[in-house]
Each structure stands twice: as C-alpha cells, then as structure tokens.
C-alpha cells in the first residue's frame, strides 16, 4: 500500500504509545531497513501486514482492535494531511459521502498512480439505514471498514450502529455490513 497508510499507522502509534514502542513494532516487523516512509511510495502490501502484526504483538492487542482504531484515525490523519478539501467534496452527511466514496478514490488514483482502491456500493434500505458492500483486493480489512465508518460518524456527528452480515473469510464473496445512523442533517465542516 502506499507509504501514507504506513506513515499514518506510525503516526497513529507514536501519539498513542510513544516513539520507543514504535521503534520496538517496527523491529518486530524487521523493518529497521527502513528509515522512513514516503507517502507517495507505493510499498509492498506485506510491510504493513507485518506492521499491524508486530503491533500486535507488541500492544498486546488483537487485530481487529489496531485495524479498527487505525481505521477511525484515517479520517482525521488524511483531513489534516492535505486531503481536507477532498473529504469535503465528498458530501457533508454519511450516506452522501459513502456514494461518493468510489469517486473519491478514483480523485486519489490520479495522483497515486498504482492505487488499487476499494469500492463501495450501497443499498438505502430506510432513510436511516443502509447495507454497505465492500469490495477489495486484499483481505482481512473489514475491521478497518467497521473503523472508518466510526470515524465518519464522528466527522459528521453521526452516530452509528454497525452489524457486518457477510464475511468474505467464511467464504463469501465480499463483506456486506449492516448500518444504522441517526437522521443526519446537513453539517458545514
Ligand atoms: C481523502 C481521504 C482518503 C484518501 C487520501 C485515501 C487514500 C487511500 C489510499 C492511498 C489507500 C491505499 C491503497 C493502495 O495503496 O493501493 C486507501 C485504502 C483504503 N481506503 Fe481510502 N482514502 C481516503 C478516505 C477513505 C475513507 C473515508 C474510507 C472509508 C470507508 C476509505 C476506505 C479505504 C479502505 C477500506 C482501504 C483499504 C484498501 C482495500 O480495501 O483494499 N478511504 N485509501
């Protein structure tokens, strides 16, 4: 993935846990070859496999917890790293922005050359609620999805109830999630 997923991953452990823990994780994930990351680089996916692993290990925490936290930090990392204006044109209401969430990417993708973004689909089923399926190249993201979608809520003071129903490890054929969210007006953010 590219550098800035990685560098967000170390920014969000550095504020949390401190910049020696961050030095121990990344040791663990025997990246000590690498001094720094560079957000437009794109790495290899295993670098940050292997960083969430180490995390781990190290925090004493599972998975699904670090790639849930760092999903929810994503939405303000990239809102003060110079993606502000983006989310912003995204919408201002969590069904809104997820709609355009596929066109947000693809806006990425003209800077980021070898982006393999996600994508996003979903079905309005009340004005309260929608089922979200989410598609990706890579596996074992969902809690990152479950997350992001925390992060949203936050940004659009929105709360969230979130059931994922399909699960693409047992098998499916991608991760569907179940979404309730209070009667969002508009919000000028
Ligand atoms: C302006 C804000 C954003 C930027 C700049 C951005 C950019 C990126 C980048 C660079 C990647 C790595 C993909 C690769 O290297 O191939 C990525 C992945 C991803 N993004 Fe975004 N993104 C933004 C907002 C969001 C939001 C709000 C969501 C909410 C659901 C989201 C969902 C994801 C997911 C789930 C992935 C993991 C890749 C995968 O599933 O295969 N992104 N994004």
Request: aromatic share 10%; glycine share 8%; proline share 2%.
């Amino acid at each position: 993935m590219y550098g800035l997923v990685n560098k967000a991953i170390q920014d969000m452990i550095c504020k949390y846990h401190g910049e020696d823990t961050w030095e121990t994780i990344k040791e663990k994930a025997e990246l000590e070859d690498i001094d720094f990351f560079i957000g437009m680089d794109a790495y290899s996916d295993d670098i940050t496999y292997r960083l969430v692993a180490a995390a781990c290990e190290v925090l004493g925490m599972e998975a699904d917890e670090i790639l849930k936290a760092f999903g929810e930090y994503w939405v303000t990392y990239t809102a003060e790293e110079g993606y502000g204006e983006l989310l912003d044109s995204a919408g201002n209401s969590l069904g809104k922005f997820m709609e355009n969430l596929d066109n947000l990417h693809a806006r990425v993708g003209l800077s980021f050359s070898e982006l393999r973004p996600p994508s996003f689909d979903c079905e309005h089923t009340t004005e309260n609620s929608m089922e979200l399926h989410y598609q990706s190249t890579r596996q074992g993201l969902a809690p990152m999805v479950i997350g992001l979608l925390h992060g949203l809520g936050k940004r659009f003071h929105t709360k969230v109830d979130i059931t994922q129903t399909s699960f693409r490890e047992q098998g499916a054929d991608h991760d569907i999630f179940s979404i309730e969210y209070e009667d969002s007006q508009d919000h000028d953010q």
